[in-house]
């Protein structure tokens, strides 16, 4: 069945925050592909979360900004950096809709040994950056440990105008308000919670990349099926539950 996205960020379900932080400059590039295809590559307890049928593969690239845990004040140094993942999107049993993450490259190699012991998210540490030059943004990625080694990204993006109603589809691949991961025999849900996306349509200028297709997915076929940027939103982190635990 498919689920029906929100249109607004939904009331903060965790009484205190176990990360902060912020994302920043994010371009999100998604193609549609079946259910079928992804199924296999998702947590025990979840499945694909779908819209008029299909679900999507994602590809973003941003920019993080002040992490820090709880109440503490951000992570200096280590706590900004340029990130880009590949992610597709899940439901579990009681509902709540979330991205799993196939991929997440970021330029710190702390950060990612650190998501790696504790979540066991599949971060990886690469050289990353983005230029800006007016409304034309470039992000490069070189992956640099684990492997494979040596993948790169490259995207070239046209900011366009804002988005007053975003579509079903754009609500649909940005209005998620957690992650699905497998950790230590368990498939875990992390809730979080930032305000609506302030969204911008946007053109893809180039896209030369390898990530998908090294996170075990299929070669994208054509273009992507949406384009969008945003300035971006804070964010917080609540603790991680059983994902077959009933929200409370």
Not at 12 to 28: G, I
Not at 73 to 88: I, Q
Not at 198 to 207: D, I, M, T
């Amino acid at each position: 069945m498919d689920i029906k996205p929100v249109d607004i960020a939904p009331r903060q379900s965790f009484p205190w925050a176990v990360l902060r932080q912020r994302w920043e400059d994010l371009t999100f590039l998604h193609w549609a592909v079946t259910p079928e295809t992804v199924a296999p590559l998702l947590p025990v307890g979840t499945r694909p979360d779908t819209i008029d049928g299909v679900t999507y593969v994602g590809l973003i690239g941003f920019r993080m900004v002040g992490l820090g845990f709880g109440r503490g004040p951000a992570v200096p140094y280590f706590g900004t950096f340029w990130e880009t993942n590949v992610r597709l999107y899940s439901v579990d049993a009681n509902g709540r809709r979330a991205v799993v993450f196939r991929s997440l490259d970021a330029s710190r190699l702390v950060p990612v040994l650190v998501a790696q012991a504790t979540l066991r998210l599949p971060y990886l540490w690469s050289s990353m950056g983005v230029d800006r030059d007016g409304d034309r943004l470039t992000y490069r990625c070189r992956r640099r440990w684990p492997g494979p080694a040596g993948t790169t990204s490259r995207m070239v993006v046209r900011v366009g105008e804002a988005i007053a109603e975003p579509t079903p589809l754009e609500h649909f691949v940005t209005a998620r308000w957690g992650l699905h991961t497998r950790a230590y025999g368990r498939t875990l849900h992390l809730p979080n919670w930032h305000p609506r996306w302030p969204l911008h349509r946007a053109e893809l200028l180039h896209l030369d990349d390898g990530l998908v297709t090294a996170a075990g997915l299929p070669t994208p076929a054509g273009p992507p099926v949406s384009v969008l940027y945003s300035p971006g939103v804070g964010v917080r982190f609540g603790p991680p539950v059983d994902a077959d635990a009933r929200p409370a």
